[in-house]
């Protein structure tokens, strides 16, 4: 068992990206991407594009999330 604690608030919501990697977006308005190596997950990348809480986060290509906010957007990350 592995606690992840790198949000500051709620988490909302979870998205499987591949085998070694999913997504978490929070009350902290904040979308993380965490990756797995050697059995333990670790932050690979914190999006902080949002302004107000994430609600949901969608996989949308192999190289690219979308999450949308109480801030009335949505938005596209990359990643590699």
Do not use: P
Request: charged share 15%.
């Amino acid at each position: 068992i592995q606690t992840l604690n790198n949000h500051t608030n709620s988490v909302d919501c979870l998205c499987k990206i591949n085998k070694r990697m999913f997504c978490s977006g929070s009350w902290d308005k904040s979308v993380i991407i965490w990756s797995e190596i050697n059995g333990f997950f670790s932050v690979y990348k914190i999006f902080n594009a949002h302004s107000n809480i994430v609600n949901s986060i969608c996989m949308i290509s192999e190289n690219e999330i979308c999450s949308c906010s109480d801030d009335l957007s949505i938005i596209i990350y990359k990643f590699n």
